[in-house]
């Protein structure tokens, strides 16, 4: 069974910086690309940023600049270093790896998985 641990989340004032980080554990031989999603109050899950094994990064337009996502594939885990937080940052930030070969019912397969959400609060 794999699992998604994420942590790093908080309150912060606007202007300030946060770190997240998700470490994906379990019998995992490659997972394909992670990333951060999140999610406010009323409003539907959108792509914050993602990264693939190779290290190629897409970024929402809205936090070009001042998000930058990392990865440490030996580690299985991704990082989501956040500047410049703004109120508008405010969400439930989800932590998704996509394309996870696994070994499974005496076979290999390929699922999804997110993790259970960290909170990020940012302050005016």
């Known amino acids: 069974q794999v699992q998604l641990v994420e942590s790093g989340g908080g309150l912060v004032q606007a202007g300030g910086s946060l770190r997240l980080s998700c470490a994906a554990s379990g019998s995992i031989f490659s997972i394909n690309a992670m990333g951060w999603y999140r999610q406010a109050p009323g409003k539907q899950r959108e792509l914050v940023a993602a990264?693939?094994?190779?290290?190629?990064?897409n970024y929402a337009d809205s936090v070009k600049g001042r998000f930058t996502i990392s990865r440490d594939n030996a580690k299985n885990t991704v990082y989501l270093q956040m500047n410049s937080l703004k109120p508008e940052d405010t969400a439930v930030y989800y932590c998704?790896?996509?394309?996870?070969?696994?070994?499974?019912?005496?076979?290999?397969?390929?699922?999804?998985?997110w993790g259970q959400g960290t909170q990020v609060t940012v302050s005016s």
């Open positions: 990264i693939t094994s190779g290290g190629s990064t």
């Open positions: 998704n790896a996509d394309g996870v070969v696994v070994a499974d019912k005496g076979g290999i397969y390929e699922y999804d998985y």
